[in-house]
């Protein structure tokens, strides 16, 4: 059954679920962090890399690291 409070509730998730939706300070913020997460990410990922290919005397991957 669906009433008002269900109704409600599903608006108010939709809102904040929904990216389109959202309140823009909430989106810009979500958005920022996402963004500074994944280049951090990426930066840990790219280090990790280096170390693997000098462990394993990977040295004619060296030139190309940043494809990976």
């Known amino acids: 059954i669906i009433n008002e ?3 409600r ?3 108010r998730n939709e809102e904040l679920i ?5 309140p823009e300070n ?5 958005l920022y962090t996402y963004s500074k997460e994944a ?3 990426a930066a840990r990922g790219r280090k990790d890399l280096y ?3 000098v462990q ?3 040295i004619n991957l060296m030139d190309v690291i940043s494809d990976f």
């Open 18 to 22: 929904d990216i389109n939706r959202m």
């Open 51 to 53: 170390n693997y290919f």
């Open 26 to 30: 909430i989106r810009d913020d979500i």
């Open 39 to 41: 280049e951090a990410a």
């Open 9 to 11: 509730n599903y608006a």
């Open 5 to 7: 409070v269900t109704i």
């Open 56 to 58: 394993n005397k990977l």
